[in-house]
């Protein structure tokens, strides 16, 4: 499943292999990129990746996100078990990273 959308200026590209996800997650995507945007105001893009292994027992989800900023770009991953906290965990380095330009 792939999906573009712009919100606040910020075009968010989202890539999920093999799953389709579903609007509560798609809004999580939505909140997190807002709020990074308020950290630091020249974020142009965000490619949001999630994947989902079924094969592994544990940790089965990963989320990564680059985002497109002048310069280095940022980017964190995170894998685990749910989609949501895995974005607020990939949040937060973000926003470390974004803290230290």
């Not at 919100?7 to 999920?16: H, L, P, Y």
């Not at 997650?25 to 807002?34: A, F, G, L, W």
């Not at 991953?77 to 749910?82: I, T």
Request: glycine share 4%.
């Amino acid at each position: 499943m792939k999906y573009t959308e712009n919100i606040t200026g910020i075009k968010i590209n989202v890539e999920a292999v093999d799953i389709t996800i579903g609007e509560d997650v798609k809004d999580t995507i939505n909140k997190s990129i807002t709020r990074l945007s308020r950290f630091y105001d020249k974020i142009e893009w965000a490619d949001v990746y999630l994947e989902d292994k079924k094969e592994k027992a544990t940790q089965q989800k990963q989320v990564s996100i680059r985002l497109g900023i002048p310069g280095n770009d940022p980017f964190a991953s995170e894998y685990g078990d749910n989609f949501h906290t895995l974005l607020t965990d990939v949040e937060n380095k973000l926003r470390s990273q974004l803290e230290k330009r």
